[in-house]
């Protein structure tokens, strides 16, 4: 597999997957994304693939990886583990870390409001907690709230661009600000304790996070308002 061009390795990959298919023309192009990011489609019976320029110097067994990933999507066929596990180690890499974290901040936009909300202020949760739970330590990031008002996501601590988000959802009379407090003590908790990777693997509620977690006075309380949002 040695000096095989981007085109080649999908050209190999499809025919293990489809032997009896004439081998379609197949485009590989590498784009500057935001992020390491590969899109795949089938189109008037050509292959697009679009991999993140990230990717552009990868070693040919991480290509093949991915080529099997999403030949995998596309045919609705999920690629051996082995693919998955290789192309996770690469990314997880500190090198490609590092790359992947300075495109995000060079590359990626990032609305953050400010911390005045319509009924809370970020800035002064955020205070507040820092003085009882950090001894007033934590340097303050960028504060700000989601556009929607988003369930799924209550809040998000982002390390490229130093800033929580906290959903919009909280800005409200009817929110007790405990639930309120209970996400933003979560996201500087993320502030504090780095992610953990080791090999393949990404942990971002490490072991010491949840029992840093466990210092919240009214935990439960907070989570079961956080159930009835
Ligand atoms: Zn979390």
Partial sequence: ??????????????????????????????????????FIRMESGAIHVRI????????????????????GKLFRRPAARIYAHR????????DMRRQMHLVRQ????????GPQGSH??????????????????????????????????????DPSHNAIVISRIFDSPTVPELALEYVMF?????????????????????HEFHQAEKQFVKLKEAKEILKKL
Avoid at 59 to 71: K, Q, T, W
Avoid at 126 to 145: I, M, R, S, T, V
Avoid at 186 to 206: G, I, S
Wanted: glycine share 4%; aromatic share 12%.
């Fill in 120 to 157: 809370y202020n970020l800035e002064a949760v955020f205070e507040a907690l820092n003085a009882a739970h950090f001894q007033g330590l934590l340097a303050q990031p960028q504060l700000g709230w989601s556009r929607a008002a988003s369930r799924n996501r209550l809040g998000h601590f």
């Fill in 106 to 113: 060079i590359r990626g936009r990032k609305f953050v409001s």
């Fill in 52 to 71: 993140s320029d990230l990717l552009e110097g990868a070693p040919a067994p991480v290509s093949e990886a991915l080529a099997y990933i999403l030949l």
């Fill in 1 to 38: 597999m040695l000096f095989e061009s981007p085109e080649e390795i999908y050209a190999r990959v499809f025919r293990e997957f489809k032997p009896r298919t004439p081998l379609p023309s197949i485009a590989v192009e590498f784009c500057r994304f935001a992020n390491a990011d590969s």
């Fill in 87 to 94: 192309y996770r180690l690469y990314l997880n890499r500190r």
């Fill in 186 to 206: 979560h996201e500087m908790l993320h502030l504090r304790y780095p992610v953990d990777h080791t090999r393949a693997r990404r942990r971002v509620h490490t």
